[in-house]
Nanobody, 127 residues
Framework: QVQLVESGGGLVQAGASLRLSCAAA????????MGWFRQTPGKEREFVAR????????NYADSVKGRSTVSRDNAKQMVYLQMNGLKPEDTAVYYC????????????????????WGQGTQVTVSS
C-alpha cells in the first residue's frame, strides 16, 4: 500500500504561481509513474501531468503545457507540480496519483489506471 498526501493549494490571483507537493508513504519502491489530476464539481477527473519513476519522461495536458512542471525526488518520496501563470480555469481540486510498476505500456492519462490517490488540495484562482 502507498499513502499520498498533497499540500500547497490555496487562493491566488490570476498570473500567480503555486507549487503543489505530494508526500508518499508506504511501499514506495513498488511505484512507477506518478501523476497529477484535477477535478471540478460536476466534471470528471482530468489529467494534468505525469512523471515516470526516473523522472526522465514527463507529460502534460495541453491546458497546462508550458506553464507547469512536474518533478519528483525519490529519495524524499515526493512529487511536485509547479504551476505558473495560473488562470481562473485552473481552479479545481488537485489530486496526486501513483501507480504500480507495469510490464506493459498503458495510458498515462487515464485516471482508472492509477491505484493510489491522495485526498486532494484545493486550488482557487481569482480573476
Amino acid at each position: 500500500q502507498v499513502q499520498l498526501v498533497e499540500s500547497g493549494g490555496g487562493l491566488v490571483q490570476a498570473g500567480a504561481s503555486l507549487r503543489l507537493s505530494c508526500a508518499a508513504a508506504g511501499h514506495f519502491s513498488s511505484i512507477g509513474d506518478m501523476g497529477w489530476f484535477r477535478q471540478t464539481p460536476g466534471k470528471e477527473r482530468e489529467f494534468v501531468a505525469r512523471i515516470t519513476w526516473s523522472g526522465g519522461t514527463t507529460n502534460y495536458a495541453d491546458s497546462v503545457k508550458g506553464r507547469s512542471t512536474v518533478s519528483r525526488d525519490n529519495a524524499k518520496q515526493m512529487v511536485y507540480l509547479q504551476m505558473n501563470g495560473l488562470k481562473p480555469e485552473d481552479t479545481a481540486v488537485y489530486y496526486c496519483a501513483a501507480r504500480r510498476v507495469r510490464s506493459v505500456i498503458v495510458s498515462y492519462s487515464d485516471s482508472r489506471l492509477y491505484e493510489y490517490w491522495g485526498q486532494g488540495t484545493q486550488v482557487t484562482v481569482s480573476s
